[in-house]
T-cell receptor, first 110, second 114 residues
Framework: TQLLEQSPQFLSIQEGENLTVYCNSS?????LQWYRQEPGEGPVLLVT?????EVKKLKRLTFQFGDARKDSSLHITAAQPGDTGLYLCAADNYGQNFVFGPGTRLSVLP | NAGVTQTPKFQVLKTGQSMTLQCAQDMNHEYMSWYRQDPGMGLRLIHY???????DQGEVPNGYNVSRSTTEDFPLRLLSAAPSQTSVYFC?????????????FGPGTRLLVL
């Protein structure tokens, strides 16, 4: 089982600030996904990255997959209160299922 | 489409009681799975199914049973509830395993075992 670490565990910022959260492992991933989860709801998929060095942008969110496919980052530009939630990364366990990290809980204050 | 539905939303059990958490999807997805979410530990896979009649164990299967008699339904059974099973349970479905299909999660069932 791959162990995924996420940092920071908690993050509280003001509206308009930029932030980056990280997902790391000692293992190589075949692919990685990022999810956002709001209180009382299930996770919702944001992006899937499959190629080392890949960068994907989703409006103000930028996702990067490390060259060695062991780490990933999520950068949010000009954070808004609507970005508040738990951000989870999940690594593909060779096509069978995903292993999730513990998450970064983000709070964006107006 | 309702997507993935789960019932009940909340449940309180006494130690030793049994119950079934219901999960249904209307997207004709072959792949379904059950996770539990505990503070600071992310989601951990309990059981999964790649199609009707086929199930397999995930990371934390002990104390739980599943069956998949139809494509739509994937119930999770707690055989004899223990306080360690207090958690939030999520069901998910996708059109394929891994990156083949996007996982859609239900709203969760919050379970408290006393």
């Amino acid at each position: 089982t791959q162990l995924l670490e996420q940092s920071p565990q908690f993050l509280s910022i003001q509206e308009g600030e930029n932030l980056t959260v990280y997902c790391n492992s000692s293992s190589v991933f075949s692919s990685l996904q990022w999810y956002r989860q709001e209180p009382g709801e299930g996770p919702v998929l944001l992006v899937t990255v499959v190629t080392g060095g890949e960068v994907k942008k989703l409006k103000r969110l930028t996702f990067q997959f490390g060259d060695a496919r062991k780490d990933s980052s999520l950068h949010i530009t000009a954070a808004q209160p609507g970005d508040t939630g738990l951000y989870l990364c999940a690594a593909d366990n060779y096509g069978q299922n995903f292993v999730f990290g513990p998450g970064t809980r983000l709070s964006v204050l107006p | 489409n309702a997507g993935v539905t789960q019932t009940p939303k909340f449940q309180v059990l006494k130690t030793g009681q049994s119950m079934t958490l219901q999960c249904a999807q209307d997207m004709n997805h072959e792949y379904m799975s059950w996770y539990r979410q505990d503070p600071g530990m992310g989601l951990r896979l309990i059981h999964y199914s790649v199609g009707a009649g086929i199930t397999d164990q995930g990371e934390v299967p002990n104390g739980y049973n599943v069956s998949r008699s139809t494509t739509e339904d994937f119930p999770l059974r707690l055989l004899s509830a223990a306080p360690s099973q207090t958690s939030v349970y999520f069901c998910a479905s996708s059109s394929g395993a891994g990156v083949v299909g996007t996982q859609y999660f239900g709203p969760g069932t919050r379970l408290l075992v006393l």
